[in-house]
């Protein structure tokens, strides 16, 4: 549990300019992921925009509020794929429900990603109900199914991109706190 003052210096920052509204895990990683960066509006030489290009679609998102997209590193550096967690901070619920069936809605997920494994499950992240999508990978060790969850909390919507373990999956969705 995040102490109340920490809460309440949060929300100022955020008022005051100084923070950013949503931000994803830089510390206390669950156990084999490690930060390699934080990506956000304000980052050089990238587009905002087409790093969320997949949660626009046919349901409209209006204006996004804030960016923070975190990548990690948990296995063998040049070896293993990296895990990725983006948060959206939309204008209200619904515009966050619209960026949550978009992502939800892409051409590649209308199939499963081998046969005999169900493209998508229910699950529970931080007491919100998510959506796992089982995604088919290529890396260097062969295929093997990549576990991620979409979720909305009040006008945000996030998702993490984990590894090959559903636990360790489940954990570092866990670490964004929402």
Do not use: C, Q
């Not at 005051?16 to 980052?43: Q, R």
């Not at 969320?52 to 590193?73: H, L, M, P, Q, T």
């Not at 960026?99 to 939800?104: F, G």
């Not at 576990?147 to 969705?173: D, H, K, P």
Request: hydrophobic residues 45%; without cysteine; negative net charge.
């Amino acid at each position: 549990m995040i102490p109340r003052s920490v809460t309440i210096i949060s929300i100022l920052l955020i008022a005051l300019g100084l923070a950013h509204a949503v931000s994803v895990p830089t510390e206390n990683l669950p156990a084999g992921f490690k930060l390699l960066g934080v990506i956000d509006a304000n980052t050089t030489g990238v587009n905002i925009s087409e790093e969320i290009n997949d949660f626009y679609g046919a349901r409209e998102i209006g204006g996004v509020k804030d960016v923070s997209i975190g990548k990690y590193i948990w296995g063998e550096m040049g070896v293993d794929y990296d895990a990725k967690i983006t948060i959206l901070s939309l204008e209200n619920d619904g515009y966050a429900m619209a960026a949550y069936e978009n992502y939800k809605s892409r051409e590649e997920f209308k199939y499963p990603p081998l046969e005999g494994i169900d493209r998508f499950a229910n699950a529970t992240i931080n007491g919100h109900d998510a959506l796992e999508i089982r995604d088919m990978v290529r890396d260097l060790r062969g295929i093997s199914i990549r576990f991620l969850y979409l979720w909305t909390n009040s006008s945000s919507v996030v998702l993490v991109e984990g590894n090959s373990s559903r636990e360790s999956s489940m954990a570092l969705a866990a670490a964004t706190g929402m």
